[in-house]
């Protein structure tokens, strides 16, 4: 994570850092063979046909004003909340939150604002102390303040979920942070190289997530579009600086 140092610690550095890389990557990227995009695609299958049936997928308003889905795994009085990470949705935990659940856990993971089916602030405002405050009201509204529970964040999720513990420190029992790094500026991680990124079709965005364009190994297309469908939603779709 230490790449994170040198990247845009504001909405508007974000974008145009954002947009030059998609300007410049987009109609360069190479066509996928009809192989990748076939093994791809039975991936992609696969995993939305994983999280279909086996969780409770609900919404919950918030006092801040936005709209937040989440994933719901078990029933029981010890609770975890899973928080994903920048550029990703609660799907990811599609295989984690069964087996905590079978563990005898009450398992949630919400959608961040501006992510997944969760709704997005009008403001521009995605801030950690902003999506703590969603959880914060996430957590009064679920009545989840009856007793501690855990807090498992990668990423930004890492970063919302300190920031809550810090806010409320007696309704956390533990937080376990991955893909963190502490010397990490919090402002900074508020930022995702695909967010100004429109693409024609799931195949031209798997292409895209798995270049090499902001320096990290090369990743398969097929695994790639395996999360496709939990990804490519959360693709912030801003204005061209030149739109009116």
Known sequence: MRWHIDLPSDAESAFMAS????????????????????????????????????????????????????????????????????????????????????????????????????????????????????LESFVTEQDLYVRPFALVGIGLGSVVALTYAERNPRLVACVVLAEFAPDISKDKLAYFYGQAGEFTDQAQAASFLSSRCWGHPPRSIPLVMKHISFRCRTLVRCRSPTAA
């Open 19 to 134: 947009f030059r890389i998609c300007a410049k990557e987009i109609p360069s990227l190479p066509i996928m063979s009809k192989e990748e995009l076939d093994k791809g695609n039975d991936l992609s299958r696969a995993a939305e046909a994983s999280v279909k049936g086996v969780h409770s997928l609900r919404f919950q308003d918030v006092s801040t004003g936005m709209r937040l889905r989440y994933l719901l795994w078990g029933e029981s009085e010890r609770v975890i909340i899973l928080l994903h990470g920048m550029g990703d949705s609660s799907g990811i935990f599609a295989g984690l939150g069964p087996r905590l659940a079978s563990r005898e856990y009450k398992v949630i993971a919400p959608d961040l604002r501006g992510h997944g089916d969760s709704s997005s602030s009008q403001e521009g405002q995605y801030t950690p102390q902003s999506l703590a405050q969603d």
